[in-house]
């Protein structure tokens, strides 16, 4: 089971990285025609690290963040 999908040739298929990061960049090019503070270099990193960021200023432990985004929390040291 995958997050995100692609159809092709009728069936669904895993969304490659490559394909997937096409997206985020065509999504972040629309965007910032809206409002330029949205950087057309945007990549799927950022919305991992934004989301570890919202849980730790939310009070979150490190260690249960590691956990969550399956970080080998000594390799991050």
Partial sequence: MYLFYSRV???YVKLTEPA???RIK?????AHKKCPEVSLNTHAHQFR??????W???GMNIIQ???L???D???CA
């Fill in 49 to 54: 690290h934004a989301k570890a960021t919202h």
């Fill in 56 to 58: 730790l200023e939310d």
């Fill in 9 to 11: 040739g009728g069936k």
């Fill in 69 to 71: 985004l399956s970080l």
């Fill in 26 to 30: 065509m999504y972040a090019a629309d």
């Fill in 73 to 75: 929390l000594w390799k």
């Fill in 65 to 67: 963040i590691s956990f």
């Fill in 20 to 22: 997937l990061d096409k």
